[in-house]
Structure formats: C-alpha cells, structure tokens
C-alpha cells in the first residue's frame, strides 16, 4: 500500500500551487508517482524533477534524448530489476516493448534470468550497466570504450544519467512504496509486474565485511575531456554553461563531464541547487546523507563533497572514519541512527524499507524531510555513477560545490 496521497494543488500555499502546475504541464499528465511523494515535501524539487524527466520521456520533441526509445526503455528495465522498482517497471514496460525490445527479453529480466538473443547494443547496455551498479561500481576500460565507440561522448553520458535518473525516481518511489493506480493501469497494455525480491536489509545477525578503501587512482585522467568554458562548446550550447555558473559560481567537475550534453547538466545542475541550498535538512544530515550514498558507492567525487561539507558542518572526525570504513562507532545518537537504518535500506538489500525503519524515520524526521533524505540518496546516485563512470577526481577546494 502506498504510503503517501497525493496532495492536492489547493491544500498548496498560494506561491506553491505555480509548481504543482509546472509539473503538469511539463509531464501532460496528471501529478502521479515519484510525483506525489516529491509534492509531500517540496513542489519546487517536484517540478525540477519534472523537467529533467521530461529530456528522457519525450519522443519527437528537439529537447529530447538523442537515444533512442528503445536504448531508454532498454535501460529503464534493467534499472527497474537492479533496484527492485516496481513502479518504474510499470511505468517504462510497454514503452520498451513499443521501441522493439523482445517479449521474452522483457520476462528474463523481470524473472531476473539472464536474457538470451540480445542484439549487439542490448549486450553492450547489459554489460555496462550492471559494471556500473554492481561491484566497486566502476566499467572497464573494454567496455566504456565499446560504449564510447557505439554511443559517442554525448550518448554515453546521456545513457549514464538516464540509468541514474531512473535511480533518482525509483528510490523515493520505494521508500514510499508508491504503486502504480488502477486509472494509471487501465491507460495501458495489461504487463506482468515486477515482483520485489529479497527483504530489506538490516544488521541484525549479519557479519558484513569491511568495504574496500574508496577506489580511484589519482593518476587516472577523466574518460572525457573537460568542458568548462564557453569557447569548449559550440555558441548555440553556451547559455547552458551560463546557467551552470549562475547556481554555482563555476563548473564542477561532474558538470564538466555532463556538458557534453549541455541541456542535460543545466537540468541537472537545477536540481542539485536544490539540495545546495534549499532543502529543509539540517546542516549536519544533509553532508551525512552524502556521505553514506558515496561511500556504497565507493564514490571519491562524491565522498570528498560530503566529507568536506560534513566537517564544515561539525559532523565529528570518528563518525567520518567510521562511516568511510564501514565501523560506525557505537555511539550514535537516535537521530544519527535513524538516518542510517534508512538510507541503508534504501541503498543495500532489496532496496525497500520495512514498515519499522519507515515508522521511526517518519516520526523521528517527519515527511518531509524523509522526503528530501531519499530524494537526496537519489541525486547522489546520479552524480556518483557520472563521477565513477567517466573517472572525475574529487574537488579539493572545499570553498566550492561539486556536486
């Protein structure tokens, strides 16, 4: 059972309602799904949610994906699987089978067998995407450059934060447990759901092994080359630097990346304005949240960020060492475990939160803010798998965002 309702435009403030409009007319539906769980904390964060989803859903419009449908939907499947994202699954199924993906395709996945026949570009997504979600959450060099050479730099970035994107949505939309409605069902073909498998995690009676130190060798250089002026991109693309800047003050390095597909980084650079600056969670949760999604992530980028902010904040040395090597101290305050039992549900096990964690979460943070938390875990995935992807090494200035 969902465990949000929707909110309705006229129990918004006045100076709120103008979002809960956006999101409609830049999705031509009704507010349905992640969207409901977003309206419960902030209409704006819905609505720049909206926008970036809007590049990856549209079909025949110029602000649209140069992937093809097929790519997308292909992606949206394997996401939907790795995450345990029922909604997700119902949402994008019909539109991959429509874009060409084979039935029996689709049913190995759900059934999480491997699929058989897939074409050469369907191997490629297969074997990419599951490097990147799985293991030290890094692609070899054989296959990112396979992909490279299939999809371009543009492409490749763009099938990054789709697979990432679908993560932002989905992680929100299970920890809410947000199921699709029978108005929402009968607008589609019939399709078999996605089937949630596995228990949430949890710590009791479970021997789990250190995590590796973070990964990276400083030595690398990025997989792409860095944009970050205005003569890197061609004068139609430069307003999108411009809008990068004006949320920032200048470009990060993963929006140095993500420029190659410059409408794509002002989208995104939009939404984590967002939790920069505007989000409701107090200053030493918000640099915590960070930290926990790039240390399951085994992210530098984005544990660099956090640690940095995290200390701007007073979050204590021992609970940073702690958290980097997987040996919390014992001595965390309610609010402190609170935060972890959830975002390490969220992030581990099925993905899901059981009925106790949401519980204590939820009267501990109120909706809200557990709203933002899992919006947050979601937009750092993102980040992560571009910064773990395509190699950026952290931002040592402490002075500037990078994220």
């Known amino acids: 059972m969902s465990r949000l309702r929707a909110v309705e435009r006229d129990t918004l403030p006045q100076d709120q309602r103008r979002f809960h409009d956006a999101v409609k007319a830049i999705r031509r539906r009704p507010v349905t799904g992640p969207f409901i769980v977003l309206m419960n904390s902030s209409p704006d964060l819905a609505a720049r949610f909206a926008h970036l ?3 990856f859903h549209s079909r025949g419009q110029a602000d649209e994906s140069i992937l093809s449908m097929r790519v997308r939907g292909f992606a949206s499947l394997i996401g939907s699987r790795a995450l345990n994202a029922p909604y997700e699954w119902s949402a994008w199924v019909n539109w991959a089978i429509e874009a060409g993906v084979p039935q029996d395709t689709v049913d190995a996945i759900r059934e999480g067998r491997p699929p058989q026949n897939l074409t050469a570009e369907e191997a490629l997504i297969t074997d990419f995407c599951t490097q990147l979600i799985s293991g030290n959450h890094r692609v070899c060099d054989k296959t990112f450059k396979a992909a490279l050479d299939h999809f371009g ?8 934060v789709t697979f990432g994107y679908f993560a932002m949505i989905a992680l929100p939309l299970n920890a809410f447990e947000i199921q699709m409605s029978a108005e929402q069902k009968a607008l589609r073909k019939p399709f078999a759901p996605l089937v949630v498998l596995g228990t949430p995690w949890s710590d009791t009676g479970v021997v789990r092994p250190g995590l590796p130190p973070i990964a990276g060798d400083p030595a690398n250089s990025p997989r792409l080359p860095l944009l970050s002026a205005h003569d890197d991109l061609a004068p139609a693309h430069q307003h999108f630097l411009d809008r990068i800047i004006l949320t920032r003050g200048w470009i990060a390095g993963a929006f140095q990346i993500l420029l190659h597909t410059p409408d ?8 984590g304005a967002f939790f920069l600056y505007e989000t409701i969670l107090p200053p030493t949760l918000r640099p915590l949240t960070w930290l926990i999604t790039a240390r399951e992530l085994d992210c530098n980028y984005a544990w660099r960020a956090g640690m940095n902010a ?10 940073i060492a702690g958290l980097e090597n997987d040996r919390l101290p014992s001595a965390l305050t309610a609010e402190e475990k609170t935060l972890f039992d959830f975002c390490y549900q969220l992030l581990r096990g099925n993905h899901h939160v059981s009925d106790a964690t949401y519980c204590t979460t939820v009267d501990h943070f109120g909706v809200p803010a557990s709203v933002q938390i899992a919006a947050t875990i979601g937009y750092v995935v993102m980040l992560g798998l571009v910064a773990n992807a395509f190699d950026i090494m952290p931002v040592d200035d402490a002075s500037r965002p990078a994220l």
Do not use: F, K, T
């Open 310 to 319: 995290a200390r701007a904040a007073g979050v204590g040395a021992a609970l």
């Open 53 to 55: 989803g809007h590049y």
């Open 264 to 271: 794509v980084a002002a989208r995104v650079a939009n939404i």
């Open 153 to 160: 730099a543009q492409g490749l970035v763009e099938l990054v």
